[in-house]
């Protein structure tokens, strides 16, 4: 009989913490220690988007900075193609002078060759002439 009290003893014993029930006052104190962790949670997360929205901005700023360096460059190219076509002419009129030049100085040199094997035949003729007699 003692080890069937014993056992029924030992077996209340086990069953008495499940028989606990969470009264209204541990209710509010859990909700409140969910309701601080919640907080925290949405400092942080209010820490994070802050810090992200402030690198989204110099990002931003250096992408508008960047663009603005892309309008001035686009206009310094403008400007080059507004100047390359005299300057392209320029360069044609340097080339067909000196073609011009060269073309002259090339006529000039055989005109001056031509003569003198003009000058050689005629040479040749007369002394052969003076020979002959």
């Known amino acids: 009989m003692k080890t069937v009290f014993l056992f029924s003893v030992l077996f209340c014993i086990i069953t008495l913490p499940a028989l606990g029930e969470l ?21 942080i997360t209010n820490q994070k988007i802050d ?7 110099n990002v931003e700023k250096d992408v508008a900075g960047m663009l603005g360096k ?3 460059v686009g206009n310094q190219f403008e400007n080059v193609d507004k100047q390359i076509p005299p300057a392209k002419y320029v360069l044609y009129g340097l080339i067909a002078l000196t073609v011009v030049v060269v073309v002259a100085l090339l006529i000039a040199g055989v005109r001056k060759i031509r003569n003198e094997r003009f000058v050689k035949k005629q ?11």
Do not use: Y
């Not at 009264?23 to 962790?37: A, F, G, M, V, W």
């Not at 810090?51 to 901005?57: C, K, P, T």
């Open 23 to 43: 009264t209204d006052t541990d209710l509010n104190k859990i909700r409140s220690i969910i309701k601080e962790e919640i907080k925290k949670e949405s400092a």
């Open 51 to 57: 810090a992200l929205d402030a690198r989204i901005q």
């Open 70 to 72: 892309h309008e001035i």
């Open 123 to 133: 040479f040749e003729t007369l002394t052969q002439e003076i020979l002959k007699d």
